[in-house]
């Protein structure tokens, strides 16, 4: 099911790339124009949520699937180097919400110059380079303006997506009635919202929870636990 669901986003957000570059009418006051910017920032999000799936080792059993479906994710996503994610995430993991933890900014909560910080410290020359050769390829064909506002755009709007509600929410201060080993809070349930806003990641808690869980699933653990809480709570009542 991992690799399905690797393969499928991949293919997505190719086709959908493809089509849109060579169809769609870059013009402002075009509605349509908003609507594949908005859809594939999305799928962009989807190509980094893989990407951090095969760091868990949940695409799939096999090591080598699992660590190529990553590589070329992670590539696709920002031409990001699929190594250096892997050693950050688990440094996150390991001291989430900390000044050791990479993702978090001991400075400064302003979402703004956290998420700043947070694309300075995972930018790097390579990525410069593979946006800056793969522009000038495709402007052979293509306007520079649609691979701009269709590809360029969407990455910048899914960093933001992925940043809001993959780490700013969730991890966030105070840090005051959350999680003491986590240092992180979930999004309350709404499985069609958490789906649409970051794969189920803004279930934060329950990633931090059961980090070889696939994005997939991550709604089930939300129910779960939503169950349990009430469950204690009648049986307050009852005591």
């Excluded at 009418?25 to 999305?42: E, G, K, Q, R, S």
């Amino acid at each position: 099911m991992g690799v399905f669901m690797a393969i499928m986003i991949i293919v997505f957000w190719l086709g959908h790339l493809a089509w849109a570059l060579t169809n769609v009418d870059v013009y402002l006051t075009n509605p349509w124009l908003y609507f594949h910017i908005l859809l594939h920032a999305h799928l962009t999000t989807g190509l980094f949520i893989t990407s951090h799936d095969s760091i868990h080792g949940t695409i799939s059993t096999n090591r080598k699937i699992n660590l190529i479906l990553g590589w070329v994710t992670s590539l696709m996503y920002a031409f990001f180097p699929y190594n250096n994610l892997r050693k950050n995430h688990y440094e996150h993991h390991k001291f989430p919400g900390t000044e050791k933890d990479p993702d978090f900014n001991i400075k400064t909560q302003n979402f703004f110059l956290w998420w700043l910080g947070f694309l300075w410290h995972y930018a790097n020359i390579w990525q410069i380079l593979g946006f800056a050769i793969s522009f000038n390829i495709l402007k052979i064909w293509i306007p520079g303006i649609n691979i701009i506002l269709l590809w360029f755009v969407p990455a910048i709007l899914s960093s933001m997506q992925l940043f809001f509600f993959g780490t700013y929410l969730p991890h966030k201060l105070p840090h005051e009635n959350l999680d003491p080993k986590h240092k992180t809070r979930s999004q309350k349930k709404n499985h069609v919202w958490a789906f649409l806003t970051c794969y189920f990641f803004g279930y934060h808690l329950e990633h931090h929870q059961y980090p070889t869980l696939p994005w997939w699933r991550l709604y089930q653990k939300k129910w779960m636990a939503k169950s349990i809480t009430r469950f204690n709570n009648i049986l307050k009542t009852i005591r």
